[in-house]
């Protein structure tokens, strides 16, 4: 798969994982927030909590499912990353913060929509 065909199925996937939480009430503060650590899908506002989310897409599940991609590897890099955040928009430091998993996975044999899992309070920080 070329790069631009990944990059422009991970942007969908984002839109999609967007479009799924605005519809349950999260609003959009940011997309796509990078640092050296590494990068944050969305940011957005549940109420009044920040919540940080990773978008994982998986057109097949021969591997297992989109959600099995977030190992302690990936979390730790998101962890960073949300830190830096912190420290880049102190204003984000007035709501207590979560770390959301949206994960898209393919849909059943013969479907042509993805199943979307939102993970609420994936994992924490130790």
């Known amino acids: 798969m070329c790069p631009d065909s990944t990059t422009a199925r991970g942007r969908q996937g984002e839109d999609l994982a967007c479009r799924y939480l605005e519809a349950r009430g ?3 503060l940011e997309r796509n ?3 050296r650590a590494g990068e944050i899908d969305l940011v957005m506002l549940d109420g009044s ?3 940080l989310v990773e978008v994982r897409l998986r057109s097949t599940t021969g591997h297992g499912g989109a ?3 977030v190992g302690a590897r990936k979390q730790q890099r998101f962890i960073r990353a949300a830190r830096h955040l912190m420290l880049t928009r102190p204003g984000y430091r007035r709501w207590p913060a979560r770390f959301d998993v949206v994960a898209i996975d393919a849909g059943p044999a013969g479907s042509a929509e993805p199943v979307v ?7 924490r920080v130790a």
């Open 26 to 28: 999260l609003r959009l």
């Open 33 to 35: 927030y990078r640092c």
């Open 117 to 123: 899992t939102w993970i609420r309070d994936a994992f």
């Open 49 to 51: 909590a920040l919540v």
């Open 67 to 69: 959600a099995a991609t």
